[in-house]
């Protein structure tokens, strides 16, 4: 079944200990698109500048990802200038241009509202609600957000929360929305914000999934090559998504192989700068490494 | 086989959002003993002061632990007072009596001088090479440090990481003694100091085994009861020595099972005061969240 990714189109500046790019094509839905791709027919719902570059359409075209819903406005694209340091966990943002998502308005077509599976990647909660309300009885809704959010719009933010299935937070946006240290505690706590499904990312240090039925923790994939963690998030949620909208029944098996795809998709976009890793990865390249995180995780 | 562990026995006051504690038994080689007689005969090399009360002596006696090679002095035996706040993965040293531990000369008997394997922890390095030195032919050497040594005796620690099989380190100690942020980049950085195998232990996160034939890694046991974690990393040595002291093979299925063994000790160690937990569990217990545990990171 087909999944429809509400978020962001964006250019990103991004400096590393391993180098400066500059205007990359990034932003969380096409992060979250292109790790999802790879498992189901993507509907990506989001706002472009006229100055947004053409060739950065044909490749998404390219990549098979609809783009009936991606709007060309007047104004400048979204852009987003972070700088990573040390261990590369966490990026600190040095200029945010925000353009035409300040209008930014979704709309979906009358074919698109039926399909099923929704996630919505980070954007304004108010926007994501907007979007939500345009979809007809979907099965499995997913949600990321920010920190911003948290702290500017938590009133939004908690009443989504209470329409979606699955929240997928990393652990600083966990303990700031819980004022919880202890991760199970947060996840807890997340949980009786309604969703049925949390997921706590750490990071280089994994991922917890939390539910009433189970909880299942897995580490990161082990690499010494972390060049731009940018978008991690996304592709972790892209792979995750995109498994389980495939899935007839959503099983913990099904959740926990989700989870597995997440964390070596994201080990995929990790080891290099934007999209350069996931642009270019297979099923294959992914289920090869699965294959050896299997090793590195069995006991 | 029986293992031999040099390390502090300690009188610890310990402040945590749980409460305080005041002069509790504990110390690197009372956790580790804790943990280790699950598996094994434990024998203690260290030293207290006259002030060391006779009861701590009798409970040590009768979970098991050989005390042979446990100095009584005049002075006064030494005492950590810490305190943890937040998420408790950090202690705040706020002061430390050394007394006894400033004048330690380890010695072993001559039938200990045989046992096979050996543990090292955390105590001043050149008193654990004067142990080490001592031993005969060993077969399995694990040492532990903590900041402080890397920075006040980095090259008594440099020397004698060539002379271990296994290095335990946890994660900010593994950074601090490479100069490398990237925990696999540290790893082997660490490798090449000389032992075999190194772990690194990342509190809440789990632990990464590093070795030139495999890497392992496991999260930590997930709990929301974080009580007091002093001693954890050397509840986890314990148990993980311990469980290797009595294979014949030390192999891959080997390691992993001991790291795991030390992930779920180490989590009843930080669910309570001190020795609380770990003074009354079983291997039956250990066993059973075993148990669970695999269910939590199979997939």
Known sequence: MSIIVLGTVALDTVKTPHGVKKHMLGGSAVHF?????LFTDVHLVAIVGKDFPRRHINFLEK?????????RDPGKTFRWEGEYEGDLNTAFTKKTELGVLLTFCPRVSGEQMHIKNIF??????DIQTRLLGCMHKPRLVGLDSMNYWIHH????????LKKVDIYVANDREARDL???HNLMKAAKALRR??????LIKKGEHGVLVYSD??????PAYPTDRVIDPTGAGDTFAGAFMGHLSRQKKINVAAVKRAAAYGT?????NVEAFGLDNTSRFSLKDIDKRLARFRQICLF
Do not use: Q
Request: aromatic share 8%; glycine share 4%; charged share 25%.
């Open 153 to 160: 719009k938590k009133k939004s933010l908690l009443e989504l």
């Open 120 to 125: 919505l990647a980070n954007v304004d909660p």
């Open 178 to 180: 819980t004022a919880e």
């Open 33 to 37: 698109s292109m790790s999802a791709r």
């Open 213 to 218: 039925k189970f909880v299942f923790c897995l």
């Open 63 to 71: 990549k098979g990802i609809v783009l009936d819903s991606l709007i």
């Open 264 to 268: 070596i998709a994201a080990s995929f």
């Open 193 to 198: 914000f309604g969703p049925e499904m949390v």
